[in-house]
T-cell receptor, first 120, second 113 residues
Framework: NAGVTQTPKFRVLKTGQSMTLLCAQD?????MYWYRQDPGMGLRLIHY???????AKGEVPDGYNVSRLKKQNFLLGLESAAPSQTSVYFC???????????????????FGEGSRLTVL | AQSVTQLGSHVSVSEGALVLLRCNYS??????LFWYVQYPNQGLQLLLK??????LVKGINGFEAEFKKSETSFHLTKPSAHMSDAAEYFC???????????FGSGTRLLVRP
């Protein structure tokens, strides 16, 4: 049972290069997220998706793009990498429930192991 | 808008001592509150969550947290620390019908022998 898988786990880029991080989940979750983790700042939400074909901006979306063409995959792209994007990136997924009023995120996120990106 | 403040970026306790990690939240809607743990070089995993049921929530590994609306707090406790509890702990807040979790800056727990 793989859960949430991120590739690659490590990458070094030069300023201005582009790259894509891939996140795949095998739990049939509706929601998927990309966070970045920096020392002393916790996790900050970059982009998220509430279903196939939909994406939305989080707290720190600038410099990143995302796509969710298939329910199980959520891609994070950097078109022109900058040193400020050096970070550890985490993908997460979660399921929702609907008690008859509004769909609710249970809040239990399942995380991948992270992708460490260094931009020189 | 929602936010979380974790008091103390580092907490050090002796093995067998009480663990207390502090979390205060701000939310314009009834909050859902969570504690996650991150071991070195791993992703986060859920410790426990509060979703408007019992105010005292028990989680894995002997941890528990109490929701106090009047104090807007959700502190994490464990009666007796174990060496294996050394990790970083994150408090997070969400709200009903919200798709997003907002995380605090984290507290690193050090356990001394």
């Amino acid at each position: 049972n793989a859960g949430v898988t991120q590739t690659p786990k490590f990458r070094v880029l030069k300023t201005g290069q582009s790259m894509t991080l891939l996140c795949a989940q095998d739990m049939n979750h509706e929601y998927m997220y990309w966070y970045r983790q920096d020392p002393g700042m916790g996790l900050r939400l970059i982009h998220y998706s509430v279903g196939e074909g939909t994406t939305a901006k989080g707290e720190v979306p600038d410099g990143y793009n995302v796509s969710r063409l298939k329910k199980q995959n959520f891609l994070l792209g950097l078109e022109s990498a900058a040193p400020s994007q050096t970070s550890v990136y985490f993908c997460a997924s979660s399921y929702s429930f609907n008690d008859g009023t509004l769909p609710t995120n249970t809040g239990e996120l399942f995380f991948g192991e992270g992708s460490r990106l260094t931009v020189l | 808008a929602q936010s979380v403040t974790q008091l103390g970026s580092h907490v050090s306790v002796s093995e067998g001592a009480l663990v207390l990690l502090r979390c205060n939240y701000s939310s314009s809607v009834p909050p859902y509150l969570f504690w996650y743990v991150q071991y070195p070089n791993q992703g986060l995993q859920l410790l426990l969550k509060y979703t408007s049921a019992a105010t005292l929530v028990k989680g894995i590994n002997g941890f528990e947290a109490e929701f106090k609306k009047s104090e807007t707090s959700f502190h994490l406790t464990k009666p007796s620390a174990h060496m294996s509890d050394a990790a970083e702990y994150f408090c997070a807040v969400s709200g009903e019908s919200s798709y997003k979790l907002i995380f605090g800056s984290g507290t690193r727990l050090l356990v001394r022998p």
